[in-house]
């Protein structure tokens, strides 16, 4: 049975935030979340390791993932909970923190 996609308009409100990966010791990275007309989520993006690097297609095929699960309807808030965290309860993994960024930005939304 086909999927389907909710795609974004093309021009789009977009909000950009600055993590800290691994929290208060790690490297600086932007993430960038593009909003629907009624300010709900609907892409991820994020920059901040080096252009070119296995990294850097890693954070963008998991912002390309992430994006598509949203658009087609994922809660942002069970992928959020879905993904690993640490015994002291900080996300696992920057593509983690981006999922739980995701999440806090649809509860603002339905709030």
Known sequence: MPV????LP????????SLMWPPNSGERYHVTVGEYENGAPGEVWVHGAKVGSE???????????????????????KIAKALGR????????????MA?????EAEAENA
Not at 86 to 97: H, K, T
């Open 10 to 17: 093309n021009r789009r409100q977009v909000s950009t935030v």
């Open 55 to 77: 990294f850097d297609a890693l954070l963008s095929d998991a912002s390309i993932l992430l994006s598509i699960l949203i658009q087609i309807g994922y809660d942002s808030d």
């Open 4 to 7: 389907r996609r909710n795609r």
């Open 86 to 97: 640490c015994e002291s309860g900080e996300r696992a993994s920057i593509i983690g923190a």
């Open 100 to 104: 739980d960024l995701l999440a806090l």
